[in-house]
């Protein structure tokens, strides 16, 4: 059974699929695995039989979440009944750590309420992708550590930071999957793109939350730059209906493309990029793109966060790095005046990009060999019984 919310995690477990069929000892097995849960379009491709159209829900931040508290309850309960009836051996829940977190816990707990009269089915739980307790609630780490037998780490710092704090939590750094996304394309687009004007690229974000609060500032400070000189504007969005949102938003930089996907070949012609924090930095990361990171939540979810967060940066290349790479704005301090001026000192320093490139490099060869979802189905298939 396989639990996905996002796009996202859509991809990672529809990938992990793929490398569990195709994987030796599953060829050897009498009867093929079945596959069911919850997901999106890319894993009902790779073949899981969808009882619930999840990734359709997808929210970020507390505001959100409320807002749809009975209808996640719902989903919930289904899939629980769901798991009860149909007893699978390995539950995988892929990143969502809200609902999957406490998915898992609901799962350990009817198993240890019924322990000793009869109940035989005692499934293992995998979380692929750790939550990132690392940068608040830290103690939801021993919460991991009492209902999930394997933790498919991502980054490679995790395994030694859960290691001081939940030593009883099985974890295994399997590699980044954007590796295996990019590895093969990366250098070839390169040398396809070699733009004469600069690109600045912006991802605003993959959820129309994201795109309402963050395309304002984007627009105008991609206006501010304009200004300064010749560069070429390219927006790269997930959907075809976030493109028209953006579109109606757009009539005062007639000269900006916006396009649905093709997120590769943007950033391999990028110059510089403004992209929200999130998984989109590692990407410009990965391409070795300079790029600006901006955040702006609800303010409710931004209180919240103030009193909990605990870490110095919000971009993963930042984290991993240990330091500010990527210059980054968040809430009130990604204001247009902001990002653009940090924006114009990359595009008119070449001297600045060749520095920031450099540091990419170490960062992205830290993120593992190509081959993640391979290691991450071999460990899930070493929980089964011999």
């Given at each position: ?15 992990l ?50 807002k ?37 816990g ?39 550590e009492?209902?999930?037998d ?92 976030m ?64 009193q ?9 290349p ?33 001297e ?26 071999m ?8």
């Open positions: 059974m396989l639990i996905a919310g996002e796009a996202s995690g859509d991809l990672l477990a529809a990938v699929v793929k490398a569990l069929k195709q994987s030796p000892e599953t060829r050897a097995m009498p009867f093929p695995p079945e596959f069911f849960g919850a997901g999106g379009a890319r894993m009902a491709e790779a073949g899981v039989e969808l009882a619930v159209s999840l990734t359709k829900y997808s929210v970020i931040g507390l505001a959100d979440a409320l749809r508290y009975w209808q996640f309850k719902r989903i919930f309960d289904r899939l629980l009944q769901l798991a009860l009836e149909r007893e699978p051996d390995i539950i995988i829940c892929v990143d969502f750590s809200g609902f999957n977190r406490r998915f898992a609901a799962i350990k707990k009817h198993i240890r309420a019924r322990r000793g009269i009869f109940l035989n089915w005692d499934p293992k739980i995998v979380q692929y992708v750790s939550p990132q307790v690392w940068a608040s609630r830290p103690g939801r780490a021993h919460q991991l009492r209902d999930v394997l933790l498919l780490s991502i980054f490679p710092f995790e395994k030694e930071w859960y290691a001081r704090r939940a030593p009883g939590l099985r974890v295994e750094f399997v590699g980044h999957p954007i590796v295996d996304r990019y590895a093969s394309l990366r250098d070839k687009l390169r040398a396809k793109w070699a733009p004469v004007t600069p690109v600045l690229l912006l991802l605003p974000g993959s959820r129309e939350s994201e795109l309402k609060r963050h395309l304002p500032v984007m627009l105008a400070a991609a206006q501010r730059i304009q200004s300064q000189g010749s560069v070429f504007l390219r927006m790269v969005l997930p959907t075809e209906r493109a028209e949102l953006a579109k109606s938003q757009t009539t005062s930089l007639p000269r900006l493309q916006v396009q649905v996907g093709n997120l590769a070949d943007s950033l391999a012609a990028a110059t510089v990029a403004i992209a929200s924090t999130g998984t989109v930095t590692l990407e410009c990361a990965y391409f070795g793109v300079p790029t600006v990171a901006i955040y702006k939540a609800a303010w409710s979810d931004y209180l919240i966060a103030c909990i967060v605990q870490v110095k940066h919000l971009a993963m930042n984290l991993l790095a240990a330091e500010e790479i990527y210059p980054e704005f968040i809430q009130h301090k990604a204001t247009p005046d902001n990002i653009s001026r940090a924006a114009l000192n990359l595009l008119n320093h070449p600045r990009r060749s520095a920031v490139k450099a540091r990419l490099a170490e960062v992205t060869q830290s993120l593992g060999e190509p081959g993640a979802s391979q290691r991450a189905a460990a899930i298939l070493q929980l089964l019984p011999a």
